[in-house]
């Protein structure tokens, strides 16, 4: 059973587009998040969602926008692609409650490449 | 304002050898979260380690080990005898409190290179 799952795995399109990036979990959790990671493998937060409700913004473009239509699902919309926007994108979902509380666990990753 | 220091960018070493990651952390919550993370060449991140702000034991888990030291805000993380399967970058993180909520900062990560 995959725990937290994004589609799609791979995304290359052309500078301009619009795209949407997937993610669903199926741990129950309470929080989403969606994190970048660069091509120095730096990672950082973008949003965090609870129950739907978004928690943190981090210094983002508006271009991105996130969206939470439940708690099991958060989506990563973005407009107008740039070429810096290439990067790994992950999603992953923690507890807030329970043994792991607060422990982030990661889906496969989206690899974006604007052309 | 929360950070997290590794200042170790690359290390290899030879199969079988003992290797330390270094963590170093800055935080002034007096409860939080410590976390380790292996990203192997396949680009998953794979969760390894958690441990809260009150609970210094060191925990051993195979050829893991680490060790939490408060006293020198420091978490690191040793590989006993490693082996290539070992080859990824680790990141180290912490959870603090930001707004109300947690929030995760992650460490620029070590890349270690296990040699055959």
């Known amino acids: 059973d995959t725990a937290v799952s994004q589609t799609p795995k791979y995304l290359v399109t052309q500078m301009g587009n619009d795209k949407s990036i997937k993610c669903e979990q199926n741990l129950g959790h309470d929080t989403m998040y969606w994190y970048k990671q660069d091509s120095k493998k730096f990672l950082k937060i973008m949003f965090s969602?609870?129950?739907?409700?978004?928690?943190i913004n981090e210094t983002v473009p508006n271009r991105f926008s996130p969206k939470s239509p439940d708690k099991a699902h958060l989506n990563l919309h973005i407009n107008s692609l740039e070429l810096g926007d290439s990067a790994v994108y992950f999603c992953?979902?923690?507890?807030?409650?329970?043994?792991?509380?607060?422990?982030?666990?990661f889906g496969p990753g989206t690899r974006l490449l604007v052309l | 304002a929360q950070k997290v220091t590794q200042a170790q960018t690359e290390i290899s070493v030879v199969e079988k050898e003992d290797v330390t990651l270094d963590c170093v952390y800055e935080t002034r919550d007096t409860t939080y979260y410590l976390f380790w993370y292996k990203q192997p060449p396949s680009g998953e991140l794979v969760f390894l380690i958690r441990r809260n702000s009150f609970d210094e034991q060191n925990e051993i888990s195979g050829r893991y080990s680490w060790n939490f030291q408060k006293s020198t805000s420091s978490f690191n993380f040793t590989i006993t005898a490693s082996q290539v399967v070992d080859s990824a970058v680790y990141f180290c993180a912490l959870s603090g409190n930001s707004g109300g909520y947690q929030k995760v900062t992650f460490g620029t990560g070590t890349k270690l290179q296990v040699i055959p």
């Open positions: 969602y609870n129950n739907k409700e978004l928690i």
């Open positions: 992953a979902s923690s507890p807030l409650r329970g043994g792991d509380i607060e422990t982030q666990y």
